[in-house]
């Protein structure tokens, strides 16, 4: 049997029409690439490197576009939350779309499998049976060629009793 390359995909590509509610389009990709990012050491250490420089920038008084107590930094963490939130539940949701489709193409999997199996141990006992069959039937046959020969040998003797005279003694 030829395998293509994406053999082991055969039951999943019956999933692949499926779509988040968000749509697998620009905005679906972007912004669970984005959910993605919220939760990387990178991200959190540049958050942290923007904030630290935010408050030195303001307390030391290099300039004062935010003073203490840092009401532009709550608003910007704010804003950033307020988009964070929903791409984070996009992501969530896509993801849990993708794994029910998994979960599907894996239980039709492992049900046609187990159709496999049956269907070859039933396909096997058909199989045993019928050798045991031959088998018989062998028996019956090599036990009839003996009880032939058998008696084409006793045939024989006679025979030749019959026809050959006893050699003087």
């Not at 250490?45 to 935010?54: E, K």
């Not at 896509?94 to 070859?120: F, M, S």
């Not at 030749?160 to 003087?168: D, Q």
Request: with cysteine.
């Amino acid at each position: 049997m030829s395998l293509s390359a994406d053999h082991h995909r055969r039951f999943h590509r019956v999933h692949d029409h499926l779509a988040s509610i968000y749509g697998d389009g620009w905005f679906g990709a972007r912004a669970e690439a984005f959910a993605r990012y919220f939760g990387t050491p990178l991200f959190l250490a540049l958050q942290t490197a923007i904030v630290l420089v935010w408050v030195a920038v303001n307390v030391a008084g290099f300039t004062t576009f935010d003073p203490y107590p840092f009401i532009l930094l709550n608003l910007a963490f704010s804003l950033q939350a307020a988009y964070a939130a929903p791409m984070i539940l996009l992501a969530q949701t896509r993801q849990a779309d993708r794994d029910k489709a998994h979960a599907d193409a894996d239980a039709q999997h492992r049900e046609d499998l187990a159709t496999a199996a049956t269907r070859r141990q039933d396909e096997a006992a058909t199989e045993s049976a019928r050798m045991l069959e031959l088998m018989r039937q062998n028996t019956t046959l090599t036990e009839a060629v003996k009880a032939l020969s058998e008696r084409i040998a006793d045939l024989t003797v006679e025979m030749h009793r019959r026809t050959c005279p006893t050699p003087p003694a």
